[in-house]
């Protein structure tokens, strides 16, 4: 599938079940739900998709289930760093037979690289990668890629776009002054759910979102409204966005809000590799109810039997106090209070 990367890329989340083995046949489900809700890409292999808490040959062989089940509906953003240039591309070679759009390749990670290293990097790769490639930058887990980087990675004809998670609108405006005189065709998604309208505005072409894992209905209406210049009224479900992306951003462990979320929608997505203790396990079931209050306040879900906490308007919620209220309810329950 050739054609511009624009619109609602989904991360997609990978189930494991009771062995933490890879649950395929939930994997394959979920895929189909997300194509059918109407998100306009899939991305396999992304941070949100925890690509590091895999091995080489599970990551090849989610790539292979995503494009088995999608065919050629959606274009496949596919998630290719490994730890050095050569698999890199060994990875990027073998995705294209899949019949992959593009590969994301993820800045150089754990060491920090140079401006110049980095670019070395990327170019590397890009000069032997059979199919196209957008750059990554995520800050908080790799090598920061800076505007002289990017603008000099944006001549090489293999590289056509990035992803930027770094949540940063200015820096979203740089890239723009910077790259899109000389390439008018350069990709610009945004990875930071919270300023979808905003980066948007700024000039990116859509998402790589967690959340549309969640609630891609909210996403995709947010992303057209944005096309139709409808920009206030898209901020009023941006608000929601951004209410909905901190409840299962911060208080869990990444990405474990973002699953409770989509066992709402009806999967069953499993622990994930990571070991908790029994009071992680306690406080994702309280965090888990005031997701399941918010969701229903957005229209996804609906409200849970036992009721929520009284809320505010939708643009100041008091989170906290509805943390308070599920906790006090559940030791009241349990007699201790």
């Known amino acids: 599938m050739s054609g511009k990367l624009e619109g609602i890329f989904t991360p997609i989340l990978v189930p494991v079940d009771d062995e933490g083995r890879i649950n395929e046949a939930e994997y394959r489900r979920f895929v189909n739900w997300l194509i059918d809700k109407g998100v306009h890409g899939l991305y396999p292999n992304g941070s949100t998709s925890e690509f590091t808490r895999f091995t080489a040959e599970e990551r090849r062989r989610i790539i292979q289930m995503t494009c088995e089940e999608n065919g050629a509906r959606l274009p496949v953003l596919a998630g290719a760093a490994e730890a050095n240039a050569r698999e890199t591309i060994r990875a990027c070679e073998e995705y294209a037979k899949f019949g992959v759009r593009a590969v994301a390749i993820v800045s150089p990670y754990y060491y920090r690289l140079s401006p110049e290293s980095t670019y070395a990097y990327f170019r590397e790769i890009a000069l032997n990668s059979p199919v196209d490639v957008t750059l990554y930058n995520i800050p908080l887990f790799s090598t920061p890629l800076d505007i002289p980087t990017i603008r000099r990675l944006s001549q090489l004809d293999r590289i056509m776009g990035i992803k930027d998670s770094s949540g940063d609108v200015a820096f979203m405006m740089r890239m723009v002054a910077a790259v899109r005189p000389n390439r008018p065709d350069f990709v610009l998604m945004t990875g930071w759910d919270c300023v979808l309208v905003q980066m948007m505005v700024a000039g990116a072409n859509g998402g790589t979102n967690a959340s549309s894992n969640v609630v891609?209905?909210?996403?995709?209406?947010?992303?057209?409204?944005?096309?139709?210049?409808?920009?206030?009224?898209?901020?009023?479900?941006?608000?929601?966005?951004?209410?909905?992306?901190?409840?299962?951003?911060?208080?869990?462990?990444?990405?474990?809000?973002?699953?409770?979320?989509?066992?709402?929608?009806?999967?069953?997505?499993?622990?994930?590799?990571?070991?908790?203790?029994?009071?992680?396990?306690?406080?994702?079931?309280?965090?888990?109810?005031?997701?399941?209050?918010?969701?229903?306040?957005?229209?996804?879900?609906?409200?849970?039997?036992?009721?929520?906490?009284?809320?505010?308007t939708v643009m100041a919620r008091d989170k906290v106090g509805q943390i308070v209220y599920e906790v006090m309810d559940e030791l009241r329950k349990r007699g201790m209070i």
């Open 216 to 312: 891609p209905e909210l996403l995709i209406r947010i992303y057209n409204m944005v096309k139709a210049g409808q920009i206030m009224e898209a901020m009023k479900f941006q608000y929601m966005m951004l209410e909905l992306f901190d409840v299962m951003l911060f208080p869990f462990e990444f990405p474990d809000g973002f699953r409770a979320g989509v066992e709402m929608r009806g999967f069953n997505f499993g622990r994930g590799r990571v070991p908790q203790t029994a009071a992680q396990e306690q406080d994702r079931a309280t965090l888990k109810r005031v997701l399941h209050c918010i969701m229903a306040d957005c229209g996804i879900v609906d409200a849970p039997e036992e009721g929520c906490a009284p809320r505010t």
